[in-house]
Structures are given as structure tokens and as C-alpha cells.
């Protein structure tokens, strides 16, 4: 199991070394049989289907850690003893997968040029990583610049970043002891890795609370296609989100709201959704049955502490506030799994065809406006109207506001979801939500080489799509399968107990 695993991540990176997006320069290129098949479109197809088996090795050896961790190899297992296990398969299948480059995405070069901005004193509040190249130069392919620069998607290129303070500083620190790209991707997807371990550090502490199975949370979250994918080999700046996220839950509880609010104002830091876990923080610093007004204050209390954080952070690493100004930058684009975007565009297409005479994108604003509104509305009727002092409400405060962002983002990605397992997983699940929740998180992470770079790419959609569908059956539908998953989203944890309402901290 563990070693299906680690050859999976094994056949993801080098699959990925042909697929991904490489600065011109680096000397892997220079690797011939490399070269050769980058250069050809077989082989890039072929290291596409390597990508995607690799993928499917990793999703099946976590389906059988899930069993495991579940019932034992003999109908019993030891919950500390399964959290040792998941935590050790989620270092072995990762090990492989920190020495790549960015996969499925070209967001790991832009934060290796924004750190680098950064280091020689140039906002990546004001600036894009285009300022890094000579003023005379084409951010094409076929065209050799800086080495910095040289994988940056184009799209990217002069725009400023929407990320918070963190991921920036850490990422000029890394700038400050070198310049090769590579090395810079490997330091931020370590930064990512702390996102990580915090996850594994508080989804047994969150299980704790519900009397969930600690072992299967853990692999829920840790493990998943959806994590390895998105997470470790995407390279996304949403896990040192989320690990914060849980975190700062945890420590609520742990040390006092006070310090949870905090280290939800250095969430916010690494991308302002991450503020969102201010709900929890206050539902679950309430005693039970709080009146309206009590709410209101420490709602208050609570975005204070976390707001003065984040410009706290912006001020000591000498960053600013800058970021706020470049919050609109990710609606610049519109993506296929943003409702809000589509109902939005269906409208707008319907104006253009009865002559309406409007704006040729003004309902997809309109609509994406509205649906953030919703989504800040859900947290706010959680935290006003919902259930206080319970740490079970808190979890599921956090679950339901953040699905309602994700859902109703004006832009979502497959990393978006992210955000969902760690308050997801860790709660008591019926069966078919379980199922659903393991079936989506497996589903995410194969689908992820088909991300928008692939745009005009016949043959490898084509082939992609195959693949998943092949696997997908495989790994969910056939007779072991469904056994497997059967004993995964049976119930897992001994007889409810009674949720321990939180004392309110001061």
C-alpha cells in the first residue's frame, strides 16, 4: 500500500517533467530522451497517460489506507496507530513530489517571481513578474528571457498578485538565497507543506470534538487525489491556507479565541478567504444560547483581532496593504466550475440576443456580486441565528460557510476545495455524504492535468478524458471496489457522545 503509493508519486513527477510548463534554461532540458519526447506530441501524450497512471496508483493505494485505517486488516485498528500510519504514508507519497515542478498549474513560477519582486524592492502589489524582464521582451515560449520569468504563464504576466503578505515574504526570503526558479518552486511548495502539517495536527484534534475516526479524518484530508493533485504536486498557496484554517480552530478551543482569531488573521494573510474561519472562532467562544447582542460583540471582537493580524503582518514585512487593490485580479478570468460566472454569462448571452443593449458582461458581475453577498450572508446567519458553545456547530459553521464561497465564487479551481475536507471529514457523516465526499475528493484529483493550460489541446483532453474515465469505474464501481468503499463510509466511531460546549475564553 505504502509503496503503490510513493510509485505513484514516483510515475506523477516523472510524467510531469514532460507535460509541465519548464523554464527554457534549466538543464533538465538538455536531458535528451527528455527533450525528445517533450518536442514530440506522442510523447507528451504518452507522459499525460504516465501523469494520469501515477494518479490512479496514488488513488487507489489511499482507498486502501482509508480501509484499513477504518476496520484493520483485522476488523480492529488502533486510532493513535492509524494516525501514525496516515501520517507516514502522507510523507512517503509527498517525498516525490516536492523535487517537481509546478503540476497542472503555472501558479508555482508567478509566486517565484513574486518573491523575487519582492527581494529587489518591487511590490508584487504594484507590479507584475513581467518587471523582472528587460522591457523589450515577449513573454512567448520560443522567446529566451530571464530564467526567472521564463515559465510565467503570460496571462499572468502583468498583473499584480491578490496574495496576502506570508506566501509573499517567505517567498523573498527564499529569493534572497537563490535565483534558480526551480530551487524557488521547491522552497514555496515547502512552505505549502507547513499548511500540511498543520492539517495533520489538527484534523485529529477536530475528529476529537464529533467522535469521528481520528485515523480516517486524517486520510480524508492528508492523502487524498484531491490533496496530492491540487495540494503537493499543484502547488497552491490554499494549502498553507487551510492548515491555518484548522489551526486556528483548534487553538480557539486550546489557548482562547483571542489567540484563534490571530492565526485566522495570518490565514487571511496567505489569501483572504482564509479569514473565514472567524465564524467558527466566534460560534464556538460563545457560551450556549449567546443573545443576539453578546454575538454581535465578539463577532466584532473577533474581525478586529483578525483584521489588525493581517495589517500587522502587512506593516512588519514591510509589504503594505497593497494586496487589497489586486483582490479583482483572479475574475480577470472566467472558469468552467464557477456557477455564479456560468448563470451570469447565460444571461449576458440571452441580453445579447434579445438586443437589450447592456453590457456585454454586466449579469456575470451582477451575479457574481450577488453570490459572495449569499456566501458572506450564510456565515453571517451562522454566527447572528445559528448554535453557539458547541464545537460541533463551530465545525460545521466553518463547512457550511466556506462551501458556500467555494459554490459560489465568482472564480473557482479545483484547489478551491481544498477548503472543504478538513471541516468536512472530521465531522459524524451519514453514509451517502461520506460516499459522496470520497467519491468528489478521488474524482478532483484525476481530473487535475485537465486544467485550463490544456485549452485547444484535442489530443490530450481527448486522451485525459479517457483515462479518467477508465480509472473512475475502476477504482469505485467494480466488486472490491464498492466493498472497499462500503467499509469506508460505514460507521466508524463508537456511540455518539455529547458535545462538550467550550467555555468562553477571554
Same mark, same amino acid.
Given at each position: 500500500?505504502?509503496?503503490?503509493?510513493?510509485?505513484?508519486?514516483?510515475?506523477?513527477?516523472?510524467?510531469?517533467?514532460?507535460?509541465?510548463?519548464? *523554464?527554457?534554461?534549466?538543464?533538465?532540458?538538455?536531458? %535528451?530522451?527528455?527533450?525528445?519526447?517533450? /518536442?514530440? =506530441?506522442? #510523447?507528451?501524450?504518452?507522459?499525460?497517460?504516465?501523469?494520469?497512471?501515477?494518479?490512479?496508483?496514488?488513488?487507489?493505494?489511499?482507498?486502501?489506507?482509508?480501509?484499513?485505517?477504518?476496520? #484493520?486488516?483485522?476488523?480492529?485498528?488502533?486510532?493513535?496507530?492509524?494516525?501514525?500510519? !496516515?501520517?507516514?504514508?502522507?510523507?512517503?507519497?509527498?517525498?516525490?513530489?516536492?523535487?517537481?515542478?509546478?503540476?497542472?498549474?503555472?501558479?508555482?513560477?508567478?509566486?517565484?517571481?513574486?518573491?523575487?519582486?519582492?527581494?529587489? %524592492?518591487?511590490?508584487?502589489?504594484?507590479?507584475?513578474?513581467?518587471?523582472?524582464?528587460?522591457?523589450?521582451?515577449?513573454?512567448?515560449?520560443?522567446?529566451?528571457?530571464?530564467?526567472?520569468?521564463?515559465?510565467?504563464?503570460?496571462?499572468?504576466?502583468?498583473?499584480?498578485?491578490?496574495? /496576502?503578505?506570508?506566501?509573499?515574504?517567505?517567498?523573498?526570503?527564499?529569493?534572497?538565497?537563490?535565483?534558480?526558479?526551480?530551487?524557488?518552486?521547491?522552497?514555496?511548495?515547502?512552505?505549502?507543506?507547513?499548511?500540511?502539517?498543520?492539517? @495533520?495536527?489538527?484534523?485529529?484534534?477536530?475528529?476529537?470534538?464529533?467522535?469521528?475516526?481520528?485515523?480516517?479524518?486524517?486520510?480524508?484530508?492528508?492523502?487524498?487525489?484531491?490533496?496530492?493533485?491540487?495540494?503537493?504536486?499543484?502547488?497552491?498557496?490554499?494549502?498553507?491556507?487551510?492548515?491555518?484554517?484548522?489551526?486556528?480552530? !483548534?487553538?480557539?478551543? =486550546?489557548?482562547?479565541?483571542?489567540?484563534?482569531?490571530?492565526?485566522? %488573521?495570518? @490565514?487571511? %494573510?496567505?489569501?483572504?478567504?482564509?479569514?473565514?474561519? @472567524?465564524?467558527?472562532?466566534?460560534?464556538?467562544?460563545?457560551?450556549?444560547?449567546?443573545?443576539?447582542?453578546?454575538?454581535?460583540?465578539?463577532?466584532?471582537?473577533?474581525?478586529?483581532?483578525?483584521?489588525?493580524?493581517?495589517?500587522?503582518?502587512?506593516? !512588519?514585512?514591510?509589504?503594505?496593504?497593497?494586496?487589497?487593490?489586486?483582490?479583482?485580479?483572479?475574475? =480577470?478570468?472566467?472558469? *468552467?466550475?464557477?456557477?455564479?460566472?456560468?448563470?451570469?454569462?447565460?444571461?449576458?448571452?440571452?441580453?445579447?440576443?434579445?438586443?437589450?443593449?447592456?453590457?456585454?458582461?454586466?449579469?456575470?458581475?451582477?451575479?457574481?456580486?450577488? /453570490?459572495?453577498?449569499?456566501?458572506?450572508?450564510?456565515?453571517?446567519?451562522?454566527?447572528?441565528?445559528?448554535?453557539?458553545?458547541?464545537?460541533?456547530?463551530?465545525?460545521?459553521?466553518?463547512?457550511?460557510?466556506?462551501?458556500?464561497?467555494?459554490?459560489?465564487?465568482?472564480?473557482?479551481?479545483?484547489?478551491?476545495?481544498?477548503?472543504?475536507?478538513?471541516?468536512?471529514?472530521?465531522?459524524?457523516?451519514?453514509?451517502?455524504?461520506?460516499?459522496?465526499?470520497?467519491?468528489?475528493?478521488?474524482?478532483?484529483?484525476?481530473?487535475?492535468?485537465?486544467?485550463?493550460?490544456?485549452?485547444?489541446?484535442?489530443?490530450?483532453?481527448?486522451?485525459?478524458?479517457?483515462?479518467?474515465?477508465?480509472?473512475?469505474?475502476?477504482?469505485?464501481?467494480?466488486? !472490491?471496489?464498492? =466493498?472497499?468503499?462500503?467499509?469506508?463510509?460505514?460507521?466508524?466511531?463508537?456511540?455518539?457522545?455529547?458535545?462538550?460546549?467550550?467555555?468562553?475564553?477571554?
Amino acid at each position: 500500500m505504502i509503496t503503490r503509493g510513493l510509485l505513484g508519486g514516483v510515475l506523477v513527477l516523472l510524467g510531469g517533467l514532460v507535460t509541465a510548463t519548464l *523554464p527554457a534554461s534549466t538543464p533538465v532540458l538538455n536531458i %535528451g530522451p527528455l527533450d525528445v519526447l517533450r /518536442g514530440l =506530441e506522442v #510523447g507528451r501524450m504518452a507522459g499525460l497517460v504516465v501523469v494520469l497512471a501515477g494518479l490512479g496508483l496514488l488513488a487507489h493505494a489511499w482507498l486502501r489506507l482509508c480501509r484499513t485505517v477504518a476496520v #484493520g486488516d483485522r476488523d480492529t485498528v488502533d486510532p493513535a496507530e492509524g494516525v501514525a500510519l !496516515v501520517r507516514f504514508a502522507t510523507a512517503a507519497w509527498c517525498a516525490p513530489l516536492v523535487l517537481a515542478p509546478p503540476l497542472f498549474s503555472r501558479d508555482g513560477w508567478s509566486y517565484a517571481a513574486q518573491g523575487m519582486l519582492a527581494r529587489v %524592492g518591487l511590490s508584487p502589489y504594484d507590479w507584475g513578474p513581467g518587471a523582472l524582464a528587460p522591457a523589450d521582451f515577449i513573454p512567448w515560449p520560443w522567446i529566451t528571457g530571464p530564467p526567472i520569468v521564463q515559465a510565467v504563464d503570460p496571462l499572468w504576466w502583468d498583473t499584480a498578485t491578490p496574495y /496576502g503578505p506570508v506566501p509573499v515574504f517567505f517567498g523573498a526570503l527564499a529569493a534572497d538565497t537563490t535565483g534558480n526558479p526551480w530551487m524557488l518552486v521547491i522552497a514555496h511548495r515547502c512552505i505549502a507543506l507547513v499548511g500540511l502539517a498543520l492539517l @495533520a495536527w489538527a484534523v485529529p484534534r477536530l475528529a476529537g470534538w464529533t467522535g469521528a475516526n481520528p485515523a480516517v479524518a486524517s486520510a480524508l484530508v492528508l492523502v487524498s487525489p484531491l490533496m496530492m493533485a491540487n495540494g503537493v504536486a499543484g502547488l497552491h498557496n490554499d494549502l498553507l491556507m487551510v492548515g491555518l484554517m484548522a489551526a486556528a480552530l !483548534v487553538i480557539a478551543v =486550546e489557548r482562547g479565541w483571542v489567540w484563534g482569531a490571530m492565526l485566522a %488573521g495570518v @490565514a487571511a %494573510g496567505v489569501k483572504v478567504p482564509g479569514g473565514l474561519v @472567524a465564524v467558527g472562532i466566534v460560534v464556538v467562544s460563545l457560551p450556549a444560547g449567546a443573545a443576539l447582542l453578546p454575538r454581535v460583540r465578539r463577532l466584532g471582537a473577533v474581525a478586529a483581532v483578525s483584521v489588525g493580524t493581517l495589517v500587522g503582518l502587512g506593516l !512588519v514585512t514591510g509589504l503594505g496593504a497593497g494586496w487589497v487593490r489586486a483582490l479583482t485580479v483572479p475574475g =480577470e478570468v472566467n472558469t *468552467p466550475l464557477s456557477a455564479t460566472t456560468l448563470v451570469g454569462g447565460v444571461l449576458d448571452w440571452g441580453a445579447l440576443h434579445l438586443g437589450l443593449g447592456t453590457d456585454p458582461a454586466m449579469f456575470r458581475d451582477l451575479v457574481r456580486a450577488v /453570490g459572495l453577498l449569499v456566501a458572506l450572508g450564510v456565515g453571517a446567519w451562522l454566527v447572528l441565528r445559528g448554535q453557539t458553545g458547541s464545537r460541533t456547530a463551530a465545525l460545521s459553521a466553518v463547512a457550511f460557510t466556506t462551501a458556500a464561497f467555494v459554490l459560489l465564487s465568482p472564480v473557482v479551481h479545483l484547489w478551491y476545495f481544498l477548503m472543504l475536507p478538513p471541516f468536512l471529514a472530521t465531522q459524524r457523516l451519514p453514509r451517502h455524504a461520506m460516499g459522496a465526499l470520497v467519491a468528489v475528493s478521488l474524482l478532483l484529483g484525476l481530473v487535475a492535468p485537465l486544467d485550463s493550460s490544456l485549452h485547444g489541446a484535442y489530443y490530450a483532453i481527448v486522451i485525459g478524458a479517457m483515462t479518467v474515465a477508465l480509472l473512475m469505474p475502476v477504482l469505485l464501481l467494480t466488486r !472490491v471496489a464498492r =466493498e472497499r468503499l462500503a467499509s469506508i463510509v460505514a460507521p466508524l466511531a463508537p456511540a455518539d457522545r455529547p458535545d462538550q460546549p467550550a467555555a468562553s475564553a477571554g
